[in-house]
């Protein structure tokens, strides 16, 4: 006959076996973090240092807008800095300067008004490629932007594809701005460095010649030869 002193004895062994067991389960799951192998990401590279430039259109007003305001400045600020005002963009990012130049990419993000006192905006975007190697490969900015100064600098903070690992600046020139519409053109030149690979292209890895149309067997006008 089972004593009450085996029972208690049997569910303390038991209790101690799914506490080692739970323990060893535990102690068995991987870490969150683990070192790699630098090739495997293409670091043990050297880096390429880049120059770009093309234009963002930034359309405000009309059928045809590209930068759609979700909110409004603050009523006080609406006149003077548009303190509070946020936009969401798809411009175009164009060849050249002309709204009907090619486009290249757009510029997919957002940008805020920051400042009570001047026209002083936080800019967040993705510089999204559809040319030639460079297809589904994007460019990311983040920083302030002064926008009454003739030439406003921007970090790069990464990027994706071919820019994979990207870091560098933007260099912003307003060169034309229309009043009544609200519709501004933008200089963007872009200096950045990056590992020198092709194969994290999406494009690269495509095995059709033409993706969303665009050849991708040859180099751009707007970004010049590279230099190590």
């Excluded at 050297?46 to 409004?72: C, K, M």
């Excluded at 006080?76 to 005002?85: E, P």
């Excluded at 997919?108 to 297809?135: A, C, I, K, P, Q």
Aim: glycine share 8%; with cysteine.
């Amino acid at each position: 006959m089972i004593t009450q002193k085996t029972l208690t004895l049997f569910f303390f062994l038991l209790l101690s076996f799914y506490t080692f067991t739970s323990s060893a389960t535990i102690e068995a799951e991987p870490a969150f973090e683990n070192p790699i192998d630098r090739k495997l990401l293409g670091q043990d590279k050297e880096r390429t240092l880049s120059h770009f430039r093309f234009y963002w259109q930034d359309i405000v007003g009309g059928p045809n807008a590209t930068s759609i305001p979700i909110v409004q400045p603050i009523p006080k600020f609406n006149t003077s800095s548009s303190f509070g005002l946020v936009r969401v963009i798809d411009n175009a990012l164009t060849i050249g300067p002309n709204l009907t130049s090619k486009v290249i990419g757009r510029a997919h993000g957002f940008y805020v008004s920051v400042s009570e006192t001047e026209l002083d905006l936080l800019m967040v975007e993705s510089f999204v490629f559809y040319e030639g190697r460079y297809n589904g490969s994007t460019i990311d900015i983040v920083g302030r932007n002064v926008a009454l100064n003739k030439v406003r600098e921007i970090p790069v903070v990464g990027g994706s594809g071919v820019f994979r690992f990207a870091k560098g600046y933007a260099e912003l020139r307003t060169l034309k701005f229309d009043a009544a519409s609200g519709d501004t053109l933008v200089q963007v030149s872009l200096g950045l460095t990056r590992v020198s690979t092709r194969s994290h292209s999406p494009a690269s890895r495509c095995s059709s010649p033409l993706v969303a149309g665009v050849s991708t067997s040859r180099g751009l006008p707007w970004a010049p030869p590279h230099r190590r």
